[in-house]
């Protein structure tokens, strides 16, 4: 890639820091900028969990779809154990054959997937597919392991950045349950707080859920 096409995708990937967006972003500038790449996908595994997360194609969500079917495929087995994983013709692949089979009746011929520079719990794993057997040539396996880099970076950002704004909400709701309390029932703030965090332990109830529910109305006991 060139100095200007990094510059560009650096751009793209972080014009909104927000993690939905980001990965959205993440699976459309590998289609303008990885060679041989007609779909994409992205597949993110939190914890032991694992969904797809953006996609850009239907044929895409389609042969996600499949691995998950399967329990099979090219990029469960690198959120399992492999960094990447290509499969240069589908009608051929034997790893995964059932989903190769599946994937060649979509018109999906090659894929690479690659593992996104995240740390466990979180991985996240992008999918590239082509519709022309070996899609992926040495020049597109070399730029994807570098627009890979580039993603991660962007969604390590928006994944920092969506937790301090989902932190500063909570925050603002728990003191906003805080005040009401206050005024409800003539408490100090420490003791308000005592009030949310004893329901929220009585009830196994997360603190943010039970503050929700006092701003929306639900009386809590003061004592």
């Known amino acids: 890639m060139k100095d200007a096409d990094l510059a560009h995708i650096v751009e793209q990937l972080s014009t909104e820091p927000d993690e939905s967006y980001t990965l959205q972003q993440v699976v459309d500038q590998a289609v303008a900028n990885v060679p041989g790449c ?13 969904q797809v997360a953006a996609t850009t194609d239907p044929r895409a969500r389609a042969v996600d779809d499949l691995q998950f079917d399967l329990d099979e495929g090219p990029c469960l ?17 034997q790893r995964w054959p059932r989903w ?26 992008l999918n ?3 519709s022309r057997v070996d899609g992926f040539d040495d020049d597109a396996l070399e730029e994807s392991v570098v627009y890979a880099r580039l993603a991660s970076v962007a969604l ?35 003791r308000a707080f005592e009030v949310l965090r004893r329901h929220s332990n009585d009830t196994n109830t997360k603190l943010h859920d039970v503050a929700q ?3 929306d109305g639900i009386t809590l006991r003061s004592s």
């Open 100 to 125: 190769s089979s599946g994937a060649a009746e979509q018109g999906v011929r090659s894929s690479l997937s690659v593992r996104l520079a995240i740390e466990d719990p979180y991985l996240a794993c």
């Open 77 to 93: 087995s690198v959120l399992r154990e492999h960094e990447i994983a290509s499969v240069p013709d589908t009608d051929t692949d």
């Open 156 to 190: 390590l950002q928006a994944r920092e950045i969506s937790g301090l704004r989902s932190a500063l909400g909570n925050r603002l709701l728990i003191g906003a349950a805080q005040g009401i309390l206050m005024e409800r029932y003539g408490l100090t703030m420490g």
């Open 213 to 215: 529910g006092v701003v």
């Open 38 to 50: 007609d779909m994409c996908s992205v597949f993110v595994r939190d914890h032991k969990t694992v």
């Open 128 to 130: 590239m597919y082509s």
